[in-house]
């Protein structure tokens, strides 16, 4: 009688977990520390393979193009990895959390602003610099406030309002712009766009190509290539705008949670894609 194959498939229920899982191990590893870069890299990268090896033991019963975005941003996480890790950036760079003055008073935490006070913020130590923010004097030390740091990186939006952040970031309010206002409008927008993509996906469910979401079902599937060239053209960009509307949406709720957390000041916080009259050039477009 063979032997049966060899499976490293978790339970169901880790494996829909597997994304969550895939962030923990990230964040432990950098808690650790460079000071131990042997110890967590033989631990920490066995785990990341395992759980990415995930991906082949999913049951999928959802849309294709769901299935697709998700193993997209395994592998992000993957990459992540590599960046925080292997090559220890944070550390080596001292990635810190930009603070605006009066952040302090807002949150209620009542810190000390003197000129030249250090005091310990969001797992870096940090002194009063320039006009309008505190610079860095190097990552704090101890597991808890390197848990804090981790957790902070996992959870930012491509690093908007960190020191690490990519050049063209556009400013669309002030550091001391009202937080309730802020959420008010990010609500509307998220309202907004929450309709848009349901237009978008009612319209192109009626057409004879069927919605992406349930092509799946469509038998036999219409395809576009029989279709003149203005019908390809007009229904790229309905689908060009249906992405565009869905991450539109996603980032004001993020925007709206991070904010009324207070995790993040609402210059951190600018629409996905900026200013759309600004996308005239590659070098223009920041997101």
Same mark, same amino acid.
């Given at each position: 009688?063979?032997?049966?194959?060899?499976?490293?498939?978790?339970?169901?229920?880790?494996?829909?977990?597997?994304?969550?899982?895939?962030?923990?191990?990230?964040?432990?590893?950098?808690?650790?520390?460079?000071?131990?870069?042997?110890?967590?890299?033989?631990?920490?990268?066995?785990?990341?393979?395992?759980?990415?090896?995930?991906?082949?033991?999913?049951?999928?019963?959802?849309?294709?193009?769901?299935?697709?975005?998700?193993?997209?941003?395994?592998?992000?996480?993957?990459?992540?990895?590599?960046?925080?890790?292997?090559?220890?950036?944070?550390?080596?760079?001292?990635?810190?959390?930009?603070?605006?003055?009066?952040?302090?008073?807002?949150?209620?935490?009542?810190?000390?602003?003197?000129?030249?006070?250090?005091?310990?913020?969001?797992?870096?130590?940090?002194?009063?610099?320039?006009?309008?923010?505190?610079?860095?004097?190097?990552?704090?030390?101890?597991?808890?406030?390197?848990?804090?740091?981790?957790?902070?990186?996992?959870?930012?939006?491509?690093?908007?309002?960190?020191?690490?952040?990519?050049?063209?970031?556009?400013?669309?309010?002030?550091?001391?712009?009202?937080?309730?206002?802020?959420?008010?409008?990010?609500?509307?927008?998220?309202?907004?766009? *929450?309709?848009? %993509?349901? &237009?978008?996906?009612? $319209?192109?469910?009626?057409?004879?190509?069927? @919605?992406?979401? +349930? !092509?799946? /079902?469509?038998?036999?599937?219409?395809?576009?290539?029989?279709?003149?060239?203005?019908?390809?053209?007009? *229904?790229?960009? %309905?689908? &060009?705008?249906?992405? $565009?509307?869905?991450?539109?949406?996603?980032? @004001?709720?993020? +925007? !709206?949670? /991070?904010?009324?957390?207070?995790?993040?000041?609402?210059?951190?916080?600018?629409?996905?894609?900026?200013?759309?009259?600004?996308?005239?050039?590659?070098?223009?477009?920041?997101?």
């Amino acid at each position: 009688m063979a032997a049966s194959a060899l499976s490293l498939a978790l339970p169901p229920l880790l494996i829909h977990l597997q994304l969550p899982l895939l962030y923990l191990n990230n964040i432990l590893a950098l808690a650790i520390g460079p000071n131990h870069h042997l110890l967590r890299l033989s631990i920490s990268l066995p785990i990341l393979l395992f759980l990415v090896s995930q991906s082949l033991y999913r049951e999928w019963g959802g849309t294709w193009g769901n299935h697709y975005a998700m193993n997209c941003l395994v592998l992000s996480v993957v990459f992540t990895y590599v960046d925080w890790i292997l090559l220890s950036s944070p550390d080596k760079e001292a990635w810190y959390k930009i603070r605006y003055y009066g952040d302090d008073k807002k949150a209620g935490t009542g810190r000390a602003k003197e000129k030249g006070k250090a005091v310990e913020d969001d797992g870096a130590v940090v002194k009063k610099g320039a006009e309008k923010e505190r610079v860095v004097v190097g990552p704090a030390a101890g597991f808890p406030s390197r848990l804090w740091w981790g957790v902070r990186l996992a959870t930012t939006s491509r690093y908007v309002g960190w020191s690490c952040q990519v050049k063209n970031v556009p400013v669309e309010v002030d550091p001391d712009y009202p937080r309730l206002l802020f959420i008010a409008r990010k609500s509307l927008r998220a309202i907004l766009f *929450y309709f848009l %993509v349901d &237009i978008a996906h009612a $319209y192109t469910a009626a057409s004879p190509h069927g @919605a992406w979401a +349930g !092509i799946a /079902s469509l038998k036999p599937p219409v395809s576009f290539v029989s279709y003149p060239f203005w019908h390809r053209f007009w *229904y790229s960009w %309905v689908h &060009i705008f249906l992405t $565009y509307a869905s991450l539109e949406q996603a980032n @004001a709720v993020y +925007g !709206i949670m /991070s904010v009324a957390t207070g995790l993040a000041n609402p210059r951190d916080c600018p629409s996905m894609f900026g200013d759309l009259k600004e996308l005239v050039s590659v070098r223009k477009a920041w997101s």
